[in-house]
Every structure is written in C-alpha cells, then in structure tokens.
C-alpha cells in the first residue's frame, strides 16, 4: 500500500508552487494549514545537522507532541547512530510514543542554520524523507500496524534556509519523482546529471 503525502505549509507562494508541481494523478495532496493539525502517521521536520530543534516547525513540534523532548531525544540518536551528526540527505525515524502522530521523520535541510537559498537541500532532504519511510516500512513488513501509511511534509528550506518557494517546490517534486516515481534518467550521464542540478538550482 503506497504512503499518502500531503504537502502542507501556510505561506500561500509555496502552496501555489506545489500546486504547479504535483499534479492531481500524483495522488499527492497540498495543504495550507496548520500541519499539526493533520490527521497522519507521521510528520517530517526539517533540522540541522546535529539535531537542534528549536525554531520554526520542529520547535511546535517539540511542544506539542513530545512535551520539550524531541531535541533530547532526537541529538541522542545522531550521537549513538550517526557519529553526532545526520547529514544532508539522510533520514531517521523516531516514534513519539504519543496518541496523535505515531513518528516524525526527522531530515536536516542545513549543516548548521545558515542560508542555503543557492543549494539542493530541500532535493536531498525530501528524498531522504522519502527512502527513510521506505526503508521503515520495509523493516516493518511483518507488523503491517507498525507501518507508515501517511505522511505529511512541509516546506523545506524555505525558512531558515530562504530558499524561494518556486525552488524549493521544484526541487522536492523532483525528489518525488526520483524515489516515487523511479525516474533516474538524468543519472545515466555527466551531462544530464550537471543539467539537472542546474535547473534545481535556478528555479
């Protein structure tokens, strides 16, 4: 059973951005509202590289469903399975051991808080997102209740990292279309490959 996404965010260029992207056959949905409000399995949060979570969506997040606990919780897990530090591009999820969301997938968008307008992150963390619930659900095969089913994801990159939303939109479609749809016909050569990171880049 495939995962439901919705794309979720309140800031209305993105929205519409998204909207651009991913079309209705995608089965992908677009949201403007508060993300916590969604009815899902699990939410994305968009980090750094060491786990600090105390601004924007992961600070809500902390508050709300982990009582404060998410950063603790979240820097400890870098540190025992990742060397102290989750790199652009990787992914881990956590359960929340909470009644309203099951897991949140933590993906960090940046080394550390800094402008990343001008890079791929926002590709690199959603198809991070994307392959972390993969990998979750196939380790979860045999205990289907275990698995991820929905999952919702928000803006990545576009606050702390000021990445334009057309950028942005684009760069997490492409995401998408790589791990989802399996459309790697830009790998198969270095100058589809340069191609590819330019229009990522100047969206």
Known sequence: MPVAITLCD???????????????????????????TLPVDALAIPANSFGFTDSGVDMAISQEIFDWRLQDTLRLQIDRDHDGELLVGQALVLPTKSTRLRYVVVAPTMRLPTDVSGSVNAYLAMRA????????????????????????????????????AERAAYQMWTAY??????DLEWTKSLEKQLEHDRKMRQR
């Open 10 to 36: 309140r800031t209305a260029d993105l929205v519409q951005a998204w909207k651009r992207y991913f079309p209705d056959e995608s089965g992908v949905k677009v949201a403007n509202q508060n993300i916590l």
């Open 129 to 164: 997102i994307l392959r972390a619930v993969e990998a979750h659900n196939r380790a979860n095969k045999p205990t289907p209740a275990e698995q991820i089913r929905s999952l919702a994801v928000p803006g990545l990159c576009t606050g702390t990292g000021k990445m334009p």
């Open 177 to 182: 279309r790589s791990v989802i749809m399996g």
